[in-house]
């Protein structure tokens, strides 16, 4: 059974940092694309940044470019997201996405880990 | 803003069609995925690729696309199906994922 665990949300200031992890487990996690997807609580959803299998190729929504930088450790079956210089409309549930291998698309979820920017 | 457009919300009988569709110039290049969130859990994939269930997900589910809009159709909905369903596929310049605006699905 596939299995995606996020955790590492918490309150932060403004211009703080944190750094989100999601363990991996039930599928060759060095095979696939990662990706990061957030939702704002009862909004919509929105992509953040995908990483592939062997961390060649990483991309990033402009919302977060050079502020979130995302990382896997395929050892440990771990994806990362280290998110510097936070702003209050990066508050949202934080999502880890496994990638539909050849096609657009997620097709398991993690179950989200909130992560609040206030002052 | 996203560039899928869908409809905000759609009502739709118990066992009768409903058709939800999302609209995207990106759509006349990529195919969409489809997800089914209902309150307080994460997204489930429902449809992905030209018209591909994933395992478990019921035949009444169905894809489809027509010049820059994909659809996605339940035929003889249930009152399980009550949820936000959203669209998701490439943006115009095909570099990042974007999903659609989103659309809430009531049962009668």
């Known amino acids: 059974e596939v299995q995606l665990v996020e955790s590492g949300g918490g309150a932060v200031w403004p211009g703080g940092s944190l750094r989100l992890s999601c363990a991996a487990s039930?599928?060759?996690?060095?095979?696939?694309?990662m990706h990061w997807v957030r939702q704002v609580p009862g909004k919509g959803l929105e992509w953040v940044s995908l990483?592939?299998?062997?961390?060649?190729?990483?991309d990033y929504a402009d919302s977060v470019k050079g502020r979130f930088t995302i990382s896997r450790d395929n050892r440990k079956n771990t994806l990362y997201l280290q998110m510097d210089r936070l702003r209050t409309g990066d508050t949202a549930l934080y999502y880890c996405?496994?990638?539909?291998?050849?096609?657009?698309?997620?097709?398991?979820w993690g179950q989200g880990t909130l992560v609040t920017v206030s002052s | 803003s996203s560039e899928l457009i869908q409809d905000p919300a759609v009502s739709v009988a118990l066992g009768q069609t409903v058709r939800i569709t999302c609209q995207g110039d990106?759509?006349?290049?990529?195919?969409a995925s489809w997800y089914q969130q209902k309150p307080g859990q994460a997204p489930l994939l429902v449809i992905y690729?030209?018209?591909t269930r994933p395992s478990g997900i019921p035949d009444r589910f169905s894809g489809s696309y027509s010049g820059n809009t994909a659809s996605l159709t339940i035929t003889g909905a249930q009152a399980e199906d009550e949820a936000d369903y959203y669209c998701?596929?490439?943006?115009?310049?095909?570099?990042?994922?974007?999903f659609g605006t989103g659309t809430k699905v009531t049962v009668l």
């Open positions: 998701n596929s490439r943006d115009s310049s095909g570099r990042h994922y974007v």
């Open positions: 996405t496994k990638d539909i291998d050849g096609w657009y698309g997620f097709d398991y």
């Open positions: 990106s759509l006349r290049s990529y195919y």
């Open positions: 690729g030209k018209n």
């Open positions: 039930g599928f060759t996690f060095g095979d696939f694309t």
């Open positions: 990483i592939s299998w062997d961390s060649g190729n990483t």
